[in-house]
């Protein structure tokens, strides 16, 4: 089975950064997609940002500019630099892989805990 391991979270003042990382137990070529979606207390999960297989990017409005996906191939690793955090940006994250080939299944990661303090 696919496994995704996320690790990277932690507590930061705000303004600071932090980068994730979402380790896959196979080659992330397997993978249509992979992303960040996040949940807050209160709040729905919302897609964070976004990698396909080609390498287009994608962003929620309220991270772009400050966040950076990317993507590791011979490490089957995708990373998520957040830069100049906000205290809104709290949320636990949850990293996820679409697989590639057919019916394109949802694999999710335990997620991680990112904090930031004003």
């Known amino acids: 089975q696919v496994q995704l391991v996320e690790s990277g979270g932690g507590l930061v003042q705000a303004g600071e950064s932090l980068r994730l990382s979402c380790s896959a137990s196979g080659s992330i070529s397997s993978f249509n997609a992979m992303g960040w979606y996040r949940q807050a207390p209160g709040k729905q999960r919302e897609l964070v940002a976004a990698i396909t297989i080609g390498g287009s990017t994608n962003y929620a409005d309220s991270v772009k500019a400050r966040f950076t996906i990317s993507r590791d191939n011979a490490k089957n690793t995708v990373y998520l630099q957040m830069n100049s955090l906000k205290p809104e940006d709290t949320a636990v994250y949850y990293c996820?892989?679409?697989?590639?080939?057919?019916?394109?299944?949802?694999?999710w990661g335990q997620g991680t805990q990112v904090t930031v303090s004003s």
């Open positions: 996820y892989a679409d697989q590639l080939k057919f019916p394109r299944l949802r694999y």
